[in-house]
């Protein structure tokens, strides 16, 4: 999957345009890049096309340490940062994102390979967010 079928799916299914979707899309990659140790996160970097590996690797850095928080605060950082009105947004967005995701690295299920790894580092609840959005068409 290119960059381009990326944002225009993320796009499809949060009903947006494709200015918006990059938005979305940087915003939950910054948040769920943060919670990755700094080798996972290059493993999926690694996985992504050019432009997609750069809104992920933006304002990274080597000796960040791993934010530890659960579903509701991960989906108020996405919400306050994409500048969604509330948390259900978010989670439409975080859902979307996740799917397109999966996809991305070869996991429709969200349990193969590079995704895997990121399944193995979410709290609990993120690991449930992160496999119902493979669940949704």
């Given at each position: 999957?290119?960059?381009?079928q990326?944002?225009?799916?993320?796009?499809?299914?949060?009903?947006g345009?494709?200015?918006?979707?990059?938005?979305?899309?940087f915003?939950?990659?910054?948040?769920?890049?943060?919670?990755?140790t700094?080798?996972?996160?290059?493993?999926?970097?690694?996985?992504?096309?050019?432009?997609?590996?750069?809104?992920?690797l933006?304002?990274?850095?080597?000796?960040?340490?791993?934010?530890?928080?659960?579903?509701?605060?991960?989906?108020?950082?996405?919400?306050?940062?994409?500048?969604?009105?509330?948390?259900?947004?978010?989670?439409?967005?975080?859902?979307?994102?996740?799917?397109?995701?999966q996809?991305?690295?070869?996991?429709?299920?969200?349990?193969?390979?590079?995704?895997?790894?990121?399944?193995?580092?979410?709290?609990?609840?993120?690991?449930?967010?992160?496999?119902?959005?493979?669940?949704?068409?």
């Amino acid at each position: 999957m290119n960059e381009f079928q990326f944002v225009r799916e993320v796009a499809q299914r949060t009903y947006g345009d494709e200015r918006r979707a990059e938005t979305l899309i940087f915003a939950v990659f910054q948040e769920l890049r943060d919670r990755l140790t700094p080798g996972e996160a290059a493993n999926v970097a690694a996985q992504l096309p050019s432009s997609l590996k750069m809104l992920w690797l933006s304002f990274d850095r080597p000796d960040r340490k791993i934010r530890h928080v659960h579903e509701g605060a991960f989906l108020l950082d996405v919400a306050r940062m994409a500048g969604l009105d509330d948390i259900v947004e978010a989670e439409e967005a975080v859902t979307a994102v996740f799917a397109v995701l999966q996809r991305a690295l070869s996991s429709p299920n969200g349990m193969t390979g590079v995704a895997r790894h990121i399944f193995s580092q979410l709290p609990e609840d993120l690991k449930q967010l992160w496999l119902s959005a493979s669940e949704v068409q």
